[in-house]
């Protein structure tokens, strides 16, 4: 026979943060974030979204509201722009919970529709073969060109971070660079 489990205890939310409203929380999480770009991306969508929900904002919104605020956000985006709306929506939303600030975390009920079918052909189409890559690289004008590009595709760096590179960031190291 199984122990019975009470039905009515009372819930605890632990909070461990300070901040007492979305826009202090909004705050912490950006300042959570890693890239000065994804921190801008960010929080331009929470921005968003905070100003679609009712009067409460996070800590009283529902699930429902939480699903009419991504409506109102992505409404005519592409679904590609729209994915990224939820997913951003999502992680504040988890973030807004594991700290304690709201009682629930109404992204984990979203799902995102997944693209699997078709990212493959689609990613398959934009992605570069290993020959194409070595007849770019030998195709640059300048020695400047040719290492950018080296060290772009060797590193696998965003187009951001390689525009931030300087001279000083790159290495000679025996026929090749290093960052």
């Given at each position: 026979m199984s122990p019975k489990v009470p039905v009515n205890l009372p819930i605890t939310l632990v909070r461990a943060t300070r901040v007492e409203t979305d826009e202090a929380l909004l705050?912490?999480?950006?300042?959570?974030?890693?890239?000065?770009?994804?921190?801008?991306?960010?929080?331009?969508?929470?921005?968003?979204?905070?100003?679609?929900l009712p009067d409460g904002g996070l800590r009283a919104a529902t699930v429902e509201d939480v699903r009419d605020g991504l409506a109102g956000i992505s409404a005519g985006l592409s679904e590609a722009s729209a994915r990224q709306y939820v997913l951003r929506v999502k992680s504040l939303l988890g973030y807004a919970h594991a700290l304690g600030y709201s009682p629930l975390n109404a992204g984990a009920t979203i799902k995102i529709r997944s693209d699997a079918g078709s990212r493959g052909a689609h990613l398959a189409k934009r992605i570069m073969s290993e020959v194409e890559v070595s007849l770019l690289i030998r195709a640059a004008r300048s020695k400047r060109d040719r290492v950018l590009l080296e060290v772009s595709y060797a590193g696998g760096l965003r187009v951001s971070e390689t525009v931030a590179l300087t001279?000083?960031?790159?290495?000679?190291?025996?026929?090749r660079v290093q960052l």
């Open positions: 705050k912490s999480w950006v300042r959570a974030l890693n890239s000065a770009h994804s921190q801008r991306n960010f929080e331009v969508t929470a921005r968003r979204f905070l100003a679609e001279w000083a960031d790159v290495l000679p190291r025996d026929n």
